[in-house]
């Protein structure tokens, strides 16, 4: 407890995956996503968490039975333990734990407890308090990239790959409802919802992981282009790309109106500084 405000890196390693998270003053950034940001009060979490363990009992020492317990190497895949570092500014290791599964049936204890070992040490033990952290990038970092409302959406043009274009708009007489204004002659639609759908793409975007752009490779030919117009003048522009079984994102926004004091103008500027220089890493959803 005494250490826990000197902590300066965690690194997490779950399922053969190693996450480094770095604090740069009161900040907290993930390393291996370009030291995109991430939620510090989660990180504090865990921290001092683990500093209010307390030793219950010992339980088995066999490697054997490392499984039943979650305790496994974490470096495999396949493995649900977790294995957590704690350092300091000068790489002191403050912390070292390997982490299994919860028990919350601990008798006169309303905490519960978890199985734990430490790295290099057959001996496994059962500990009183809990902490809960994932093995992935998205469990970590500020995953919101844009929220605007489908409602606010006043046209939609995407372009493809091959230039073939759809343009999308709102469906007249059907408020908060969209249309293919381009639909066409004699054609259906397989889905009523399939243009609302990418009106309303903006609304909540969150992403998986990231990277700076400048670190990725994606050819601008190869992107669906999806450019989007709001009722107050905000202008957003989606590039989106399927490579190496991921799909990726790149987003630009500007504030085209006359009212450059508005709402919509800061909203717009704080998306364009929130978003400029990095590529995303989206949900297969969104991008479908």
């Known amino acids: 407890l005494d250490d826990a405000k000197t902590v300066q890196e965690m690194v997490v390693t779950q399922n053969g995956l190693t996450l480094t998270l770095v604090r740069n003053g009161d900040k907290w950034s993930l390393k291996e996503s370009g030291n995109y940001p991430v939620h510090g009060n989660l990180v504090s979490k865990v921290v001092f968490s683990l500093a209010n363990m307390e030793l219950l009992e010992a339980k088995t020492d066999k490697p054997s039975r490392y499984d039943s317990l979650d305790l496994g190497e ?3 895949k396949g493995t649900k333990s977790q294995h957590v570092t704690l350092k300091d500014g000068a790489g002191k290791v403050l912390a070292d734990l390997i982490i299994g599964r919860a028990n919350f049936f601990l008798p006169e204890t309303t905490t519960g407890g978890m199985y734990v070992r430490r790295p290099g040490e057959q001996q496994t033990w059962l500990v009183r308090g809990l902490v809960d952290f994932g093995g992935e990038p998205r469990s970590w970092l500020v995953r919101d990239i844009i929220d605007i409302k489908p409602e606010r959406i006043i046209h939609v043009d995407v372009t493809q790959p091959d230039g ?6 709102p469906k007249p007489g059907e408020k908060g409802e969209f249309t293919f204004e381009n639909m066409p002659a004699g054609m259906k639609l397989k ?13 909540s975007f969150v992403l ?7 670190d990725m490779k994606l050819d601008p030919a190869q992107a669906f282009v999806v450019d989007y117009m709001t009722n107050d003048g905000i202008h957003v522009l989606l590039h989106l790309w399927q490579f190496e079984k991921k799909h990726y994102m790149k987003l630009e926004a500007a504030y085209s109106g006359d009212k450059p004091e508005s709402d919509a103008a800061k909203q717009a500027a704080t998306i364009a500084e929130r978003t400029k220089g990095w590529v995303y890493i989206i949900p297969d959803y969104h991008y479908e």
Request: hydrophobic share 40%; charged share 30%.
């Open 74 to 76: 974490p470096t495999k």
């Open 191 to 203: 889905s009523e919802f399939a243009p609302r759908n990418i009106a309303a793409l903006l609304s």
């Open 164 to 169: 073939e274009k759809l343009i999308v708009g």
């Open 208 to 214: 998986n992981d990231v990277r700076r752009a400048d």
